[in-house]
């Protein structure tokens, strides 16, 4: 079993900051690709921000130039921080993340429950 929890999440003004974190915990030798998802109510789960084990990172589009993905490889934790957010950015903020139980097993992706994003004009 692999955990997934995420923090730091809230209600912030257009124009405002926050800092999620995700930690990966539980049974697994090796863990590579983390990242973030996000659901708006009424639309499709998307796809925010992604980053490798060697730290390299992709970004959607729509957060590119305000939002950084960056990893603690020691404590299994992945960090976004997010500037300049708008009300579209409101969503539920998902992490996730690909990891094996032993080196060689196929590999497996976990999510985390969630952190809600609320961003107010």
């Known amino acids: 079993q692999v955990q997934l929890v995420e923090s730091g999440g809230g209600l912030v003004q257009a124009g405002g900051s926050l800092r999620l974190s995700c930690i990966a915990s539980?049974?697994?030798?090796?863990?590579?690709?983390m990242g973030w998802h996000r659901q708006a109510p009424g639309k499709q789960r998307e796809l925010v921000a992604t980053?490798?084990?060697?730290?390299?990172?992709g970004y959607a589009d729509s957060v590119k130039g305000r939002f950084t993905l960056s990893r603690d490889n020691a404590r299994n934790t992945v960090y976004l921080q997010m500037n300049n957010l708008e009300p579209e950015d409101t969503a539920l903020y998902y992490c996730?993340?690909?990891?094996?139980?032993?080196?060689?097993?196929?590999?497996?992706?976990?999510w985390g429950q969630g952190t809600q994003v609320t961003v107010s004009s």
């Open positions: 539980g049974r697994f030798r090796n863990i590579d690709g």
């Open positions: 996730n993340a690909d990891t094996q139980t032993n080196y060689g097993d196929p590999w497996s992706n976990s």
């Open positions: 980053i490798t084990r060697g730290g390299s990172t």
